[in-house]
């Protein structure tokens, strides 16, 4: 079978005859942007899409979007209206070889006065150097180019051929969408449309929840189903049983290696930073479930402790570890009430980025700032010459004082009196704000009294 294939404006042409049926979702592929279900922001009346479309004036573009939401659907409508050539291209199966062979006759075609409207499944797919193959096609005109990918085009699409694509962002069908095209398929004469079928609502509801959005996986998993559909007097029943049957596990949108991985471990972090438990935890059971590794989010958790939580609770550091460890040692799915626990005590602790933020500004200065010597007083002489070149001449050793502390500055000069670390004054952290002030007080003169004394330094101010 050829690795090209070309459609004329009616679309793809009918089965030989004999051949196998095809399964229902691409018997119930919508034909025209009338019976297109969803995507209201792009093909709803009066929409950019929709309306460039119906005047047969589409520019290059990128459907995105997850599985199943009508990207392929909607290039297939395109190619029903547009008056141009309709080639598809699957970027699974082809390479640099065929993208020439389509170009040159592209070329021809243009030449004739009839433009290309060219098809690419799964663009992410191609290297750069395929997708670079497009690009001066694209830009004199000679193709139109839809590109369809599951994957973010900001990572997957090179740059320069994103540039010269305008993006469709397609969303995931909502249930009363799926249960529409569930009701369409039991109707439709494509479908069962005229057989002795019944598929009570409830069914209908149950399926279109498990597909999760994905239209094609709500016709094949109804299909399956009917299939298996007990008969008496000659009508099927899908029911509860049946359809249970058919289903293992709801199909959580979750690629542990794309976008949504990267959105849902934001949500979660987001949701523990904003004391939301009960976000945190929905989002927790939404990576374990779609089969994410739990060490992945234990160490996660840890670098919580410590970004976010900080010496608010120093207890969340060795919380997290202890997490981290259990997880290590039980796995999956035993670890998850771990995990629960961690990521409960993590959003009801204080919080403080202090951590985080004294780290970034004194990284700033190593950066931008120039890079003094470490001031002779605090360097280390361990040799007679680095004695000699005044190596740690009038270092204060501070157990020898009675402060337990020395009034000198460890910083190089030029940031003498830089302050790295500002305490948020919640939870423990009250106690190091109240410490540290006393400390700095004494050390610039501001006051006398001993900076550890029970005067400077004692229980947290009340609330």
């Given at each position: ?5 070309e ?39 009066g929409?950019?899409?929709r ?10 573009m ?24 309709f ?32 098809f ?30 599951t ?5 997957e ?11 469709f ?35 209908l ?34 029911t ?29 972090h ?11 935890v ?48 039980i ?52 040799t ?8 740690g ?18 910083l ?52």
């Open positions: 079978m050829s690795l090209l294939e459609e004329g404006p009616a679309g793809a042409a009918a089965d030989a005859a004999g051949a196998a049926p095809q399964p229902l979702a691409s018997r119930m592929r919508p034909r025209t942007l009338e019976e297109f279900v969803g995507q209201e922001h792009l093909v709803g009346p929409k950019l899409l309306s460039m479309i119906e005047r047969d004036e589409i520019p290059s990128i459907l995105w979007g997850p599985p199943g939401v009508g990207k392929t659907t909607l290039a297939n409508v395109i190619a029903n209206l547009t008056k141009a050539q080639v598809t291209f699957s970027a699974v199966t082809s390479g640099i070889r065929e993208i020439k062979e389509i170009m040159a006759r592209a070329e021809e075609a243009r030449a004739l006065g009839v433009r290309t409207v060219l690419v499944d799964e663009i992410h797919r191609f290297n750069k150097a395929q997708q670079d193959a497009f690009l001066p096609f694209v830009e004199q005109g000679s193709i139109v180019l839809i590109g369809a990918t994957e973010n085009p900001s990572f699409v090179n740059s320069a051929l994103l540039s010269r694509c305008k993006v962002v397609l969303n995931g069908l909502g249930e009363e969408e799926i249960v529409e095209l569930l009701r369409r398929a039991l109707a439709d004469e494509r479908g069962y449309g005229g057989q002795p079928l019944v598929v009570p609502e409830p069914v509801r149950r399926l279109a929840v498990y597909a999760n959005g994905d239209a094609r996986k709500a016709l094949g998993t109804l299909e399956t189903a009917v299939a298996n559909a007990g008969s008496v007097d000659g009508v099927r029943t899908v509860d049983e049946v359809l249970a049957e058919c289903i293992s596990r709801k199909a959580l949108m979750y690629d542990k290696d794309g976008e949504e991985h990267y959105n849902i471990i934001s949500a979660l987001k949701s523990m930073r904003n004391s939301d438990p009960d976000a945190a929905y989002w927790l059971a939404r990576m374990l479930e779609g089969g994410e590794d739990p060490l992945y989010v234990a160490r996660r958790c840890i670098r919580f402790a410590s970004e976010d939580v900080g010496l608010a609770d120093p207890n969340a550091l060795l919380l997290a570890n202890t997490v981290w460890d259990a997880c290590h040692k796995g999956m799915p035993e670890c998850n009430c771990a995990l629960t626990q961690i990521v409960v005590y993590l959003s009801l602790a204080p919080k403080s980025n202090a951590m985080e933020a004294a780290y970034l500004a004194a990284a700033k200065d190593a950066q931008e700032r120039v890079a003094e010597p470490v001031p002779l007083h605090i360097r280390n002489a361990p007679r010459l680095m004695k000699d070149l005044s190596y001449k009038g270092y204060t050793y501070a157990h020898d004082t009675d402060e337990k502390i020395a009034r000198m500055s460890c190089p000069d030029s940031l003498r009196g830089r302050r790295y670390y500002a305490p948020s004054g919640l939870g423990a952290e009250a106690r190091m704000k109240a410490r540290l002030e006393a400390v700095r007080d004494w050390r610039e003169g501001r006051t006398e009294t001993p900076p550890f004394s029970t005067a400077a330094f004692g229980a947290p101010p009340k609330a």
